[in-house]
Structure formats: C-alpha cells, structure tokens
C-alpha cells in the first residue's frame, strides 16, 4: 500500500511541477509579447543640496497660505503617498476637491510627460516646451521665462500648481497675503518672498535662502522663483518615492520564485481573460501616457459640477470622461480608486470590469461614506449623463469594454491576489 501511495504524490507533485513550470513558460512569453519591462532605478541625483531642499519643501506648510497644508498633507508617505481618502479635503477642511490623490510612485520616470488625471501639465523634452493651466509658462516663447528655465520636467511644472490653487494650498482671498494677490505669477513671487524669510519646519537650524543658494550656486538671493521650488520638490519625489521591489518586479528580472502560483494565475487572468493589458501596460502596469474612459461612475461635491476629465482641457468632447490609465504599482496601499475614490476595495474594482454598465447604472453613495464627507455629495445619475459616460467607454478604441468580461469567481478572486500581493512593494508596506 504504501509504496503505492507515495507514487501517486510523487506523480501528483511532478503534475503539479510541469503546471508551475508552464505557467511560468507562457507568462514569460506574454511579458516578452507585451514588452513589460522592470522598472529602472533613477540614478542618485549627484546635486544632493536639491534633492535636500526638495525634501524640505515637500514637507514645508509655510508654502501654503494659511501655513496649513504641505504636499505631504495630502502625499503622505505613511499611507502610500495618499490621503486615503476619496476625494481630497480643501485646505481649510470644509469642502472636498473634484479628484482622488495619486500616488506618487516612480513619479518621476523620464516616460512621465504629463501630469495629472487629465493630463493639462505637460512637457515637451524635445523642444523644451510647457503646456500648463498658466497662459505665462506656455510656448516656445514663455512669458515668465524666468520661472521656465528652472523647470525641467512635468513634474517639476506640476509643484508650482497645488500652490496656487485656492483649495489646495493657497486659502480663500482676504484670509492671506498671497491668496490676495491679483494672479499666479504675483501669488508666486510672494510665496518666495515669504520662504525667504523662513526656516524649515523640518529643521529650524537652516535657513531657506541659504538652502537655496546651496542647491542652485549659479543663481543669486534675488533671481530666486517659484521655478527653483518646482524644480527641488521633483528632484525629492524622483528619487525617494521609488518603488521596484515587489513580487512582480522581481518576478520581471527573472526570478520565477517570486510570485506564488495564485500570483502567477491572476497576472495570466490580466493580460488573458480580463483584457487588462490593453492599457494597464508597460512598467507599472499604468501611468503611461495612455488615457482610457473606462465609465467610472461621476460624483462629488453637490452641486455636482460635471468632470469631463481630458475632454475639459482639450476641448475635445471625443475625449470626455477620459482619464489617465493609472500605475498599480503598490496598488493594495492606495484606496480608495479611480479618480474620485468611487471604489473602495479592488474586489469592487474587478466587479466593476466585469460588469461596466451594471456598476455604472446602479452606483450609490452610502450613508455611511456621505458622513464621512464634510459636504452633501451627489451622483451623476442622470439618464442623458450615464449615457454619454457609457457611450465615451465604447468609443471603439477599446474593444475589451464592450461585453461583460463574465469572470469565473475564480479568476476575480486571482486577480485581487494578483493585485493586492504581488504588487505590493515590502519597502512601502508600513
Ligand atoms: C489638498 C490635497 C493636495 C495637496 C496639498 C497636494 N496635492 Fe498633489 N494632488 C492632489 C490631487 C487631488 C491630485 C490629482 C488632481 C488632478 O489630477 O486633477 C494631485 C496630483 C498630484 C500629482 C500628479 C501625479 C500624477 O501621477 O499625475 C503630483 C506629482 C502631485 N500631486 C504632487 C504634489 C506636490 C509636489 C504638492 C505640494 C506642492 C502637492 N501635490 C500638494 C492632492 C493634493
Ligand atoms: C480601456 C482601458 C482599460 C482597461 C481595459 C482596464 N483599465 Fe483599469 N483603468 C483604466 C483607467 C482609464 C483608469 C482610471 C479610470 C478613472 O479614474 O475613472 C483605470 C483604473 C483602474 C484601477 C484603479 C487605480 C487607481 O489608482 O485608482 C485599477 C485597480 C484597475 N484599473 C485595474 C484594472 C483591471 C484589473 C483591469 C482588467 C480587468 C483593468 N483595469 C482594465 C483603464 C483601463
């Protein structure tokens, strides 16, 4: 009996050995098919007094109006470089932004030409060339040339705009010195004039001028800009919300240990059944310059002023509802998601995919997430709305949302493994 017995494990446990190693065969192959490549460690910034002002700045609530908020209020390394909530708090905490937080994640990669959900920060590297909400930094020939030739990428472009957004970091007009100034270009010019005269919070013994001059040698007290403080705040973020160290990413480098095999089946269901690679692609899976309208329900402050997302800034109704295809890098440390924080768990998410227009049609804020909230929100839910939403999501060039996906529970349930652990990055799991 007993010879027989441990055959028949033998044979069960090769079985199972031959499965694992052709899971691995086919993975393998589609990843060269996809091209999905690991993700490349920026190189240490050799001027480290940037990267150390960066660091200040980012953490720096004097930058805002009220002395209330830092990026980091709503950035917070601890939960993910998020708030953890579904739409952003106002500065003063009694109203709630349009959008969800990203997290900042390899933020600064080179393939990063543009910022935000909808994209409207933008740079050209060829030609050197911003496109931003400010008229003065845009063209080959910008008005605030000054500030320009400090900024070197979207990213560094994208700092300088929380500072000056009301809700954001600026205050209300008459509750500050710079929320009263009578445009951008004058409310940046005051927040340096106010730095200027500060120490860091986070170290009382320097002294912002001294810094500055530090990280930027060539330039002088006085030609110091919201330029120079754009430009630390992403040489900061470029190198220290780094994250290449999950399951898959080593997985990406070749290591066939490191994903289980549930890992391995719910990466198969991602880029087989589910179709989630159609725009989840590359690195980080996301965050590319791919922009998708996948029919996320709409909702916020009531009233409901409408988000169009990348239709908005480009005038262009073909792309309403569109929003950046987001990375998943740490994914499980980021909820809620989408751009609104709609959903709160990732299983919602998969059901989401799964059956669009059902979680379209029957989306609700409950009770329990409304007193949560400091304003009354509402929904989207007009019939002529859900339409033009679902119609943007069929636009043609994304066949993989035109029929329900019909996932076995099986392959949901491989997929959430996939995304909650094999994308999580031990550094960042606090
Ligand atoms: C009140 C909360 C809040 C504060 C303060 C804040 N942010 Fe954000 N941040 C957001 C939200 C919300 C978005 C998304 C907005 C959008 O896409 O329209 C965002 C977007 C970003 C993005 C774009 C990421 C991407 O992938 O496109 C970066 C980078 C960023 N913030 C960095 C910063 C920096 C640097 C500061 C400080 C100068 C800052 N944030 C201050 C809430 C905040
Ligand atoms: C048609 C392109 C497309 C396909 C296919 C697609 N996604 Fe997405 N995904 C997006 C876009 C665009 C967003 C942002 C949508 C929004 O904010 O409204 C997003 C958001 C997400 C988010 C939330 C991320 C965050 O930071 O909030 C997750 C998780 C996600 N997708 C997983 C998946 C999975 C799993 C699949 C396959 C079942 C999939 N996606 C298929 C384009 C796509």
């Not at 919070?201 to 930027?216: G, S």
């Not at 040698?217 to 800009?225: A, R």
């Not at 392959?411 to 960042?428: G, H, Q, S």
């Amino acid at each position: 009996m007993k010879p027989v017995f441990f055959s028949v494990l033998v044979l069960l446990s090769l079985i199972n050995k031959a499965s694992a190693d052709e899971l691995d065969h086919i993975l393998r192959n589609r990843i060269e098919f996809y091209n999905i490549r690991p993700i490349e460690k920026n190189p240490p910034n050799p001027n480290r007094d940037l990267v150390t002002l960066g660091k200040f700045l980012f953490s720096e609530k004097n930058l805002s109006g009220n002395r209330r908020m830092s990026c980091q209020t709503c950035h917070n390394p601890a939960t993910g470089t998020t708030d953890r909530l579904p739409l952003s708090q106002s500065e003063n905490g009694k109203s709630i932004l349009a959008r969800n937080a990203p997290s900042l994640f390899n933020v600064g990669l080179k393939t990063r030409t543009s910022m935000f959900w909808d994209g409207r920060v933008k740079y050209d590297p060829k030609t050197n060339v911003f496109t931003t909400p400010e008229e003065a930094l845009n063209g080959p020939n910008p008005k605030a040339r000054e500030i320009t030739e400090s900024l070197k990428s979207a990213l560094s472009a994208q700092a300088i705009f929380p500072l000056v957004a009301h809700n954001e970091m600026l205050g209300e007009v008459g509750e500050n010195e710079i929320a009263n100034a009578g445009n951008n270009l004058e409310a940046w010019d005051r927040i340096i004039e106010r730095i200027k005269k500060e120490s860091p919070t986070m170290d009382p013994t320097e002294n912002y001028v001294k810094l500055f001059l530090k990280a930027y040698p060539e330039t002088s007290e006085d030609k110091l800009n919201i330029g120079h403080v754009g430009e630390a705040i992403a040489a900061f973020q470029r190198e220290e919300f780094q994250s290449n160290d999950s399951p898959f990413q080593r997985y990406l480098r070749g290591n066939n240990k490191a994903m289980t095999v549930a890992q391995k089946r719910g990466f198969a269901v991602f880029m087989g059944r589910g179709h989630c690679i159609n725009c989840h692609q590359g690195s980080e899976l996301g965050k590319g310059e791919l922009f998708a309208s996948v029919a996320t329900p709409e909702w916020g402050a009531a009233p409901l002023v409408l988000d169009r997302g990348q239709g908005d800034v480009l005038k262009d109704i073909k792309r309403n509802f569109f929003y950046r295809v987001p990375s998943l890098v740490n994914i499980k440390l980021t909820a809620p998601y989408m751009h609104n924080g709609t959903y709160q768990n990732l299983s919602q998410v998969i059901e989401h995919y799964d059956n669009v227009s059902g979680m379209l049609v029957s989306f609700k804020i409950s009770q329990e997430r409304q007193d949560q909230m400091p304003v009354k929100v509402a929904v989207a839910n007009q019939q002529a709305i859900l339409d033009d939403i679902w119609l943007a999501s069929q636009s043609g060039l994304f066949p993989e949302l035109k029929n329900r996906l019909r996932l076995l529970e099986r392959e949901k349930r491989y997929l959430e493994i996939f995304m909650e652990e094999a994308l999580t990055d031990p550094k960042w799991d606090k």
